[in-house]
């Protein structure tokens, strides 16, 4: 059964969840466990890579974690001492077999296998270029695209083949990749994905977010830097810095939505950021109500936050059914509208009379605020206003986040006071970008170079868009970025110039 949001055919999509460890027995077992605490990253599959040696084990399956990954058997044939997994929801690619990852290949140097939380802005230029010379690709995944590009690479070492291969991608990307020799992490040089190091004992493990460390009782050590590449053999861990010097720009919809509220991301507390975001939105847009009802689960947090600075009581007006996931496929309009009450349902004497905020974490479409606030009008609320923890989303993404076209995006169509109307709200407030930036911990945004990737909210890009270059609406694809850094927090040893090869390339301490 999948544990979807209740309102998933209304909510940006997050991207992937990769989990990788390095050095200890019963690999596939704990990146199992790892994958389980990212399962809300991706549930159309999910997929673990195992090194023995020098041979590789996968076992790649449609669905959950659960029920594909919780079996004696499928674990025991998956053996070694490093592996990496994945759970997936596709961005680029079809949701089909042969695009669950890890990808692997077949090298020179010997087995490749590849995790990808991200998107690649130009794999389809790529790609072109790439079947134009003899590549033959096995899926329409953009992650496969680096796999060409590594066995295609005329340097020498398969680290500078790698790093070759990075320096011609465009977007976002957060990787784990197993070879023949050991492990490799990296992430994109403007840290647009997140990505996270721990270790156990003497292994080192990689993750998406914080909350997987916990689950598998490891340490956690820091974030991997944007533009980072680490790369564990035999238990020795190196980090290089190959890319030149970028600001980071992390996407700020992890503290949004995308991650738990019990993970840490950048050094921030995701669940004090999420309350935060509530506290600014009740100074910025005060509203005179009786009760404060968050919409279970992601909009919980910022009601809290909304309700502790205003004062007024939160209560829990929506009760949330655990136990459904996707929506069924329903016959008419009228049984398909039911579908909401089968996962939501107003919590009538709570309600009853009352002046409500609802506190929700954005608005995709609309469609689904519409019904949460039909259904409070239903069980006798006496006013309904929305308040929105994020800015209006008003422009798709193209880093690894399945967002609808511009023209199906509400805030991208509409003012605010239309917004209001379509979803017959008896007020509709958003948290400003200053304001949101502010509860990250900014003072302020700065316009010129933001700190953080907020496209979705303002349009501004941070990285090139080339397979979308003349197009008003473009195939989604994702992106990487990368940027140098040469301090350390973790004590290990630092690499400042690409190894083997490679040109020699600049680089600036941050």
């Known amino acids: 059964m999948l544990t979807t949001h209740p309102f998933d055919d209304d909510k940006l999509r997050e991207e992937c969840g990769v989990f990788g460890i390095a050095g200890i027995e019963d690999a596939a077992a704990m990146v199992a466990l790892g994958l389980h605490a990212l399962q809300h990253r991706g549930q159309e599959a999910a997929g673990i890579t195992c090194r023995n040696g020098r041979e590789f084990y996968s076992h790649r399956a449609l669905g959950p974690v659960a029920g594909n990954f919780d079996s004696e058997e499928v674990i025991h044939r998956l053996r070694g001492d490093s ?19 890890p990808l692997e290949a077949d090298l020179a140097s010997g087995g490749f296998a590849i995790a990808h939380n991200g998107n690649i802005s130009n794999a389809l230029a790529l790609r072109d270029e790439l079947v134009r010379h003899g590549s033959i690709f096995q899926s329409t995944s953009d992650t496969e695209v680096i796999i060409h590009l590594v066995a295609t690479s005329k340097y020498r070492t398969l680290l500078d083949k790698f790093i070759d291969a990075l320096r011609q991608v465009e977007g976002a990307y957060s990787l784990i ?9 990296c992430r994109d040089p403007l840290g647009i994905r997140p990505l996270v190091m721990g270790r156990i004992g003497e292994a080192y493990v990689f993750a998406s ?34 890319f030149p ?28 950021v999420r309350k935060g975001i509530g506290a600014q939105l009740a100074i910025e847009s005060p509203v005179d ?12 947090p910022a009601a809290l936050g909304f309700a502790e600075q205003s004062g007024i009581p939160f209560e829990l007006g929506i009760i949330r059914s655990h136990y459904v996931g996707r929506t069924f496929i329903q016959p008419g309009d009228g049984v398909r509208h039911l579908g909401v009450k089968l996962k939501h349902n107003a919590n009538r004497p709570l309600v009853n009379g009352k002046k409500i905020v609802l506190v929700d974490d954005s608005i995709v479409r609309g469609t689904t605020s519409m019904k949460i606030v039909q259904m409070m009008r239903e069980a006798g609320a006496a006013e309904v206003h929305m308040r929105i923890a994020s800015p209006p989303t008003m422009h798709s993404c193209f880093y690894g986040v399945n967002t609808p076209k511009r023209e199906k995006l509400l805030a991208a169509q509409k003012s605010v006071e239309e917004m209001r109307a379509f979803i017959q709200a008896d007020s509709l407030a958003f948290v400003s970008i200053d304001g949101l930036y502010r509860a990250a ?33 473009p195939d989604q694809l ?33």
């Open 83 to 101: 592996a990496c997994g994945h759970v997936r929801y596709s961005t680029t690619g079809a949701g089909t077999l042969r695009n669950v990852q």
């Open 177 to 185: 990749c197993m070879t023949a020799e050991g492990m490799i992490a």
């Open 209 to 242: 977010e914080t909350v997987a460390l916990d689950l598998v009782g490891a340490e956690y050590v820091r974030s991997v830097e944007p533009g980072e590449l680490i790369v564990v053999t035999n238990g020795e861990l190196r980090s290089h810095r190959p």
């Open 245 to 272: 010097d970028n600001k980071p720009r992390p996407c700020i919809f992890e503290h949004v939505y995308f991650s738990r509220p019990d993970s840490i991301v950048d050094g921030n507390s995701v669940y004090s």
């Open 289 to 300: 109500a009786d009760i404060v009802i968050p919409v279970p689960d992601s909009g919980t």
């Open 441 to 473: 911990g900014e003072e302020t945004r700065h316009d010129i170079q933001p700190q953080y990737c907020d496209a979705c909210f303002t349009g501004a890009y941070p990285t090139v868009l080339t397979d979308r270059d003349g197009e008003e609406e």
């Open 478 to 510: 994702s992106m990487l970025n990368e940027r140098s850094d040469s301090s350390d927090s973790s004590g290990t040893a630092r690499e400042h110039e690409p190894s083997g090869d490679l040109p020699r390339l600049k680089q600036t301490a941050s």
